[in-house]
């Protein structure tokens, strides 16, 4: 008997949809100074245009994940990038903080429709039972690939062109992804008794299982670490690193300021998270979600302890992008296989969208608190530890999970 084939059409056009997706989203760091200086405007300011494009985001998935599932995939994709393109090309325009501020809720609601939230619920149900957490995984390393050319890029554009005009070549990237869509078809993988059960009866049994509640709470700090991270890492970085030596290794490869120290640092983070995801998509075939899921946030707590206490130096810089890296995204796959895994796959990309509005505010309050904490404090250290407390809550929070089949998704 042969294995199902790993690499499909719709994993491949999947794979490529989020690259794009997430290389915008993840350059918007990169964008903090050179946007707050033009204007004059105080950290706070771009950091809460941002924390508000994260909680779009976040409320935006399930309202998404609900279209994709009762209008079809590709639509919803559509009607994503369309208005992804919308906010970037309209924020092009925007002078002050508060028109920054309301135009980032169209880029959240873009990066909703083109994201996780509908692309994983495609690969899913067009997955195998065999390759399914890897094929969760590859798509998800798509994200990190996209963050290892979005802020380099960013970076790049911006020496030869002012921010409004890399604002319109990232606005005419998200629309060609739907040129892509003719090859993406995915058959709807359930079960009798799911297609016969409504959204709003599974619904209600998922809002009475305690388990979705560990799950839904347990993906906040991911949301907070990683949210805060991309948006403020490239600018702590810049400020707070020790500086760059000439005829050091980083000098001779091109890297001569900390500013490009800390556009390349999301590069590596992206880069290390593309083998970290794979690895926990691999384990997720083979070991329980659960503590795979809580080990992992152990893990980050740690690293992000270690970093802030050590003196911030450019090779301690380059030793934390590749440890978090690892970590980054490898809770994606495992969530969301989780989560098609007790509730099976007619309504994972709903499901999976509200555990994500989880995320999602705890991005909001990462990228916010750093903004504000920074103006306040002139640094990143309380708003670093709040994140170290909140991984190690997620770390205990997945332990009680009930990691059983629902009887529906069971049923034949």
Request: glycine fraction near 12%.
């Amino acid at each position: 008997m042969t294995l199902p084939r790993l690499m499909t059409p719709v994993l491949i056009v999947g794979c490529l949809i989020i690259l794009v997706s997430f290389a915008v989203r993840a350059s918007f760091g990169v964008f903090q100074i050179p946007i707050a200086n033009e204007f004059g405007w105080a950290r706070a300011d771009f950091s809460l245009a941002i924390a508000i494009q994260n909680l779009a985001w976040g409320i935006g998935q399930p309202i998404f994940g609900a279209f994709a599932e009762k209008l079809g995939d590709r639509r919803a994709i559509i009607l994503g990038a369309v208005i992804y393109a919308a906010g970037l090309v309209l924020s092009s325009f925007a002078v002050t903080p508060t028109q920054h501020q309301l135009l980032e809720v169209l880029v959240g609601f873009g990066v909703a429709g083109t994201g996780f939230g509908v692309i994983l619920a495609v690969v899913g149900r067009a997955a195998s039972d065999e390759n399914r957490s890897m094929s969760l995984a590859i798509a998800t390393a798509a994200g990190s690939a996209g963050q290892i050319v979005g802020a380099p890029f960013a970076e790049y554009l911006l020496g030869q062109m002012p921010w409004q005009s890399v604002f319109l070549i990232f606005a005419v990237m998200i629309l060609a992804v739907i040129l892509l869509l003719p090859f993406m078809r995915a058959p709807v993988a359930a079960s009798k008794a799911e297609l016969e059960e409504s959204l709003g009866q599974i619904l209600v049994r998922a809002g009475k299982d305690p388990t979705f509640s560990l799950i839904f709470l347990g993906f906040f700090s991911c949301g907070y670490q990683l949210a805060f991270i991309t948006a403020h890492f490239p600018a702590f970085v810049t400020e707070m690193c020790g500086p760059i030596l000439p005829g050091g290794v980083l000098h001779n490869i091109g890297i001569t300021t900390t500013s490009a120290l800390g556009a390349v640092s999301i590069s590596l983070i992206g880069l290390a998270n593309v083998a970290g995801t794979l690895t926990a998509g691999w384990l997720g075939n083979r070991y329980s979600k659960k503590y795979l899921l809580a080990g992992i946030y152990t893990l980050r707590t740690i690293v992000a302890a270690v970093f802030i206490l050590m003196p911030i130096t450019p090779a301690s810089v380059l030793i934390f992008s590749v440890a978090m890296g690892g970590l980054w995204l490898a809770t994606v796959p495992l969530t969301s296989g989780l989560i098609a895994h007790i509730y099976g796959l007619r309504y994972m990309g709903t499901l999976y969208g509200i555990v994500f509005f989880s995320h999602q505010l705890g991005g909001f309050l990462g990228v916010w608190l750093g903004g504000r904490m920074y103006d306040v404090y002139g640094d990143y250290n309380l708003v670093w530890w709040i994140g170290v407390g909140v991984g190690a809550f997620s770390a205990i929070v997945h332990l009680p999970v009930r990691e059983k089949r629902d009887p529906v998704a069971l049923a034949a």
